[in-house]
Nanobody
Framework: QVHLVESGGGSAQAGGSLRLSCAAS????????MGWFRQVPGKEREWVAT???????SYVDSVKGRFTISKDNAKNTLYLQMDSLKPEDTAMYYC????????????????????WGQGTHVTVSS
């Protein structure tokens, strides 16, 4: 059974940084997509970034140049480095994983993923 545990959320000032982590266990996919989504109350869960098993990455336009997704295969851990934070980045952040063919762009729609962590909250104040 795949298990995802996020950590690293908290509060930051606008312009500051936070690093989210997602420890993954129980998966045996040889090729996969891992990603970060975020959600604010009353809104749909929004795609933030994804990374394929080949290391290819993609980002929503609003975080390009500010956020960096990465993974440490030895530690089975996904990261999201968030720099130049803005108040509109305030949300609950969730990590996700699914099997996916290598070298194919990871999907960015929420319904494509069914395995989620419990989330970690990020608050950015102005």
């Amino acid at each position: 059974q795949v298990h995802l545990v996020e950590s690293g959320g908290g509060s930051a000032q606008a312009g500051g940084s936070l690093r989210l982590s997602c420890a993954a266990s129980g998966y045996t996919y040889s090729s996969y997509c891992m990603g970060w989504f975020r959600q604010v109350p009353g809104k749909e869960r929004e795609w933030v970034a994804t990374i394929g098993s080949d290391g290819s990455t993609s980002y929503v336009d609003s975080v390009k140049g500010r956020f960096t997704i990465s993974k440490d295969n030895a530690k089975n851990t996904l990261y999201l480095q968030m720099d130049s934070l803005k108040p509109e980045d305030t949300a609950m952040y969730y990590c996700t994983i699914r099997w996916y063919p290598v070298a194919v762009l990871c999907p960015s729609q929420q319904y494509e993923y069914i395995i989620w962590g419990q989330g970690t909250h990020v608050t950015v104040s102005s």
